[in-house]
């Protein structure tokens, strides 16, 4: 079945630091590929998406490349912010009739000033 | 402005209750689901349901319980079956089924905590 598989964490950065989150997936056909951000006592919000190979998604700085040959779609910011700290989930769906997202497990990212 | 309406925000019971939780959209989707997300585990998926009076288990059905008898609602029952009951729920909604590039619209969640 499908899965997505995210890099362990948690993740500590400095202010103004590079971000990169890892994200690789097992899939049948060619899903569309998502990252969700949850910050502290809320839901999830969608960050950025992309529904085909080499497609960029991007969103608030963050920027995700949809790579068919590698089965990733890694998470990069050039320069992370207090306000990023948060909980960042990769996530995949399928087509199909009965097509639902499937998630990685998250990963925390908290951003020091 | 459209969007998904858990309650309670916090909800607490003794062991051997079944509590209901609530969930209300108005986004006029037609697919609901439920999932229950615990430290170290990210999401896992409770039921989900397609379309009114329809709805089918997702990786964790066992204890709970679902209805759909409206489009806008799609209640969870957790029942005194569920072993580990204490979560944060996340209830969540999408568009047409089968469309991929439909994002998922999820709600604040409800942190049950069973004693």
């Known amino acids: 079945g499908d899965s997505v598989t995210q890099m362990e964490g948690p993740v500590t950065l400095s202010e103004e630091a590079f971000l990169t989150i890892n994200c690789t997936y097992t899939?049948?056909?060619?899903?569309?590929l998502f990252w969700y951000v949850q910050y502290p006592g809320e839901g999830l919000q969608l960050l950025l998406k992309?529904?085909?190979?080499?497609d960029k998604g991007s969103n608030k700085g963050f920027e995700a490349t949809y790579r068919k040959e590698t089965t990733s779609f890694h998470l990069e910011k050039g320069s992370v912010q207090v306000s990023d700290s948060a909980v960042y989930f990769c996530a995949l769906m399928n087509t199909g009739a009965n097509s639902k997202l499937t998630f990685g497990k998250g990963i925390t990212l908290s951003v020091r000033p | 402005d459209g969007g998904i309406t858990q309650s309670p925000k916090y909800l607490f019971r003794k062991e051997g209750q079944n509590v209901t939780l609530s969930c209300e959209q108005n986004?006029?989707?037609?697919?609901m689901y439920w999932y229950r997300q615990d430290p170290g585990q990210g999401l896992r998926l409770i039921y989900y349901s397609q379309i009114v009076n329809d709805f089918q288990k997702g990786d964790i059905a066992e204890g709970y319980s679902v209805s759909r008898e409206k489009k806008e609602s799609f209640p969870l029952t957790v029942t005194s079956a569920q072993k580990n009951p204490t979560a944060f729920y996340l209830c969540a909604s999408s568009g047409p089924p089968g469309q991929s590039n439909s994002p998922l619209h999820f709600g604040n969640g409800t942190r049950l905590t069973v004693t």
């Open positions: 986004l006029n989707h037609d697919a």
């Open positions: 992309a529904t085909k190979a080499d």
């Open positions: 899939a049948t056909g060619y899903p569309s």
